[in-house]
């Protein structure tokens, strides 16, 4: 069966210090990845999504950045985080079956900037 | 553009009692639908979807929902509600063009009381 993880659980980062959140997906073979934000317990935002190795897509401009190096691994990256940058980071996956595929979640990362 | 409306924040509904949790859409052309079950500080869990066919549909612990296409609806219910479904719920469409990507409604805190 396929299992997603995601390191680290909790993170508590200073304003202006680097980010680099980790996802790896167990299971399968390549497939579609992706990095979401949920701010305040509420509605997810795309960030990224990833086709294949080295084929990112963002979905929203800002400071972060995402990196897929493997085929089952998926990065989130930012050199500098903002206030603005909390929250609670979701990697997700799904087969490459088209739109009528399923995203399955990992657990989540809770990034605090202070 | 694509949007999905979950109109009420929060549920409260008798151990017991059947449960609705409601959602609408807008989207140009046919939808793919979702419902996510999120517990507190996990990631999104997969209940179910509606793709084609049967406008019923059943998935996990239990719950169903209904596609309706006339008032663009895709409702979640559960016959009998248990203390154990109090959770965050999430409905989400995906249309078949472009990107991949599932956009979420705002979520519905659903509280089941004993």
């Known amino acids: 069966s396929q299992t997603i993880h995601q390191w680290p659980a909790t993170l508590v980062q200073p304003v202006g210090s680097p980010l680099s959140l980790e996802c790896t997906v167990e299971?399968?073979?390549?497939?579609?990845l992706y990095w979401y934000r949920q701010a305040a317990g509420r509605g997810l935002q795309l960030l990224f999504y990833?086709?294949?190795?080295?084929?990112i897509s963002s979905e929203v401009p800002q400071n972060l950045s995402a990196s897929r190096p493997q085929d089952r691994q998926f990065i989130l990256s930012s050199k500098k985080l903002l206030l603005s940058d909390s929250g609670f980071y979701l990697c997700?996956?799904?087969?490459?079956?088209?739109?009528?595929?399923?995203?399955?979640f990992g657990p989540g990362t809770r990034l605090t900037v202070l | 553009a694509q949007s999905v409306a979950q109109p009420e924040d929060q549920v409260n509904v008798a151990e017991g009692n059947p449960l609705t949790v409601k959602c609408t859409y807008s989207?140009?052309?046919?939808?793919?639908l979702f419902w996510y079950v999120q517990y507190p500080n996990r990631g999104l869990q997969f209940l179910l979807k509606?793709?084609?066919?049967?406008?019923l549909v059943k998935g996990s612990y239990g719950f169903e929902a209904e596609f309706n296409k006339s008032q663009t609806s895709f409702h979640l219910k559960k016959p009998s509600a248990l203390v154990s479904d109090s959770a965050l719920y999430f409905c989400?469409?995906?249309?078949?063009?472009?990107?991949?990507?599932?956009?979420f409604g705002t979520g519905t805190r659903l509280t089941v009381i004993p």
């Open positions: 997700a996956w799904s087969v490459q079956a088209g739109p009528t595929d399923t995203q399955y």
């Open positions: 299971g399968t073979s390549n497939p579609n």
């Open positions: 990833s086709v294949g190795i080295g084929q």
């Open positions: 989207v140009s052309g046919n939808p793919y």
């Open positions: 509606y793709i084609t066919g049967d406008n």
């Open positions: 989400a469409v995906r249309v078949p063009t472009g990107a991949n990507n599932l956009f």
